[in-house]
């Protein structure tokens, strides 16, 4: 499974970014799928994640704010973010789990300013 994030870049508090991750190299609708971050000094969270069937969870800092979704169709994860916080400025990975496996993407960059 490869992975390609987008989406990432510089926004100010309040703002809306939506990141996209591409998958390639297996079937997609059976892919569990993810979003981790990671900011400086500190250890990679889980974000939001989202099941082969679109059940969704997420990290008790973003609900309300975030929306994880799929689009098969697309072979294509999102992630929705609006009201974001100075806090939420990381990197963001997405995360891609088959058969118990986990493959990542390179990270994409947010930014939240004052």
């Known amino acids: 499974v490869q992975l390609q994030a987008c989406g990432g870049g510089l926004v100010q508090a309040g703002g809306s970014l939506r ?19 990671q900011a400086p000094g500190k250890e990679r969270e889980l974000v939001a994640a989202i099941t082969s ?3 969704t969870n997420y990290a008790d800092s973003v609900k309300g704010r975030f929306t994880i979704s799929r ?27 088959l058969r118990g496996s986990p493959y990542w993407g390179r990270g994409t960059q947010v930014t939240v300013s004052s």
């Open 53 to 55: 069937g679109g059940s």
């Open 71 to 97: 689009d098969n169709a697309k072979n294509t994860a999102y992630l929705q973010m609006n009201s974001l916080k100075l806090e939420d400025t990381a990197v963001y990975y997405c995360n891609g789990r």
């Open 19 to 37: 990141l996209s991750c591409v998958a390639s190299g297996s079937p997609f609708s059976i892919i569990a799928m993810a979003w981790y971050r």
